[in-house]
């Protein structure tokens, strides 16, 4: 059995193959580390592939076998705009890195494919490479795989214009699509016990909000309490749960999107 380690620096191949009865690891868990597809070849990991904290992988290309991303790494497909393939699904822990463009009616950008489900994990960035803006009804298939589950714990998408916003599809189809920003408002109230659980809609599918409460009403926004933070449903609905307490006469709820 042979063993090639590959602690810090970059690498870059067009097509490997390594098949000695061990994880190939991308670095060493503190070096900076990054492994590079170049030339859109492919790539066999017979015992996986296990990125590293401070580790990257980039590029384009076919990958043969289990691929770990732990938390402290970073998977960023392309080299500007690009698309990596898999073969198993992926262990996704650490930063997902990824790019959008537009250029006139052209719309381009990273894509993971996976030949079986995906399950999201980590964190999710996306950055606009430009020259245009997206504009409404503009959809980006960032990810393509059988089937979706899990999801991102934070994601950071790029600045729309006016009136606009994102629409998390990653769920759904693994897409991102433009679509006319709506303002999320309280549809009813229920009693259950010594709880009060508000719920409502028009918020955009996937989005975080956060739900402020404050005891007068006329309070700047800014001094109002946060009481939680959570994310829209898929069809942009909201729910929360808060306890009523016979020492408070009066509570106001507002909802803060980003």
Known sequence: MSLFTFNAGQLNVRTSTVANGVTFFVGDGSSASTLNLVGNGRHSFANGLT??????????????????????????????????????????????????????????????????????????????????????????????????????????????????????????????????????????????GTNLIPSGSGGVPGASYTVLISTNVTLPVSFWLPLSTNQFDSSGNFIFTNGISPAIPQRFYLLRVP
């Not at 960035?125 to 959809?139: E, F, H, Q, S």
């Open 51 to 192: 990125l590293r904290s401070n580790a990257s992988l980039i590029g384009n290309g076919v990958i043969t076998g289990a691929v770990a991303v732990v938390t402290g790494a970073t998977f960023a497909p392309g080299t500007s705009v690009g698309r990596i393939v898999l073969s198993n699904s992926p262990a996704l822990f650490g930063a997902i890195v990824m790019e959008l463009s537009k250029a006139g009616s052209t719309l381009t950008n990273d894509q993971i494919q996976v030949a079986g489900p995906l399950t999201y994990g980590g964190t999710l960035t996306v950055t606009n490479l430009g020259p245009d803006a997206p504009a409404l009804g503009d959809r980006f298939p960032l990810f393509s795989a059988a089937s979706y589950a899990g999801a991102f714990s934070s994601t950071m998408l790029p600045i729309l214009g006016s009136g606009l916003a994102w629409t998390n599809k990653l769920s759904i189809d693994g897409s991102l699509q433009v679509i006319n920003a709506s303002r999320p408002q309280f549809v009813s109230l229920a009693l259950s």
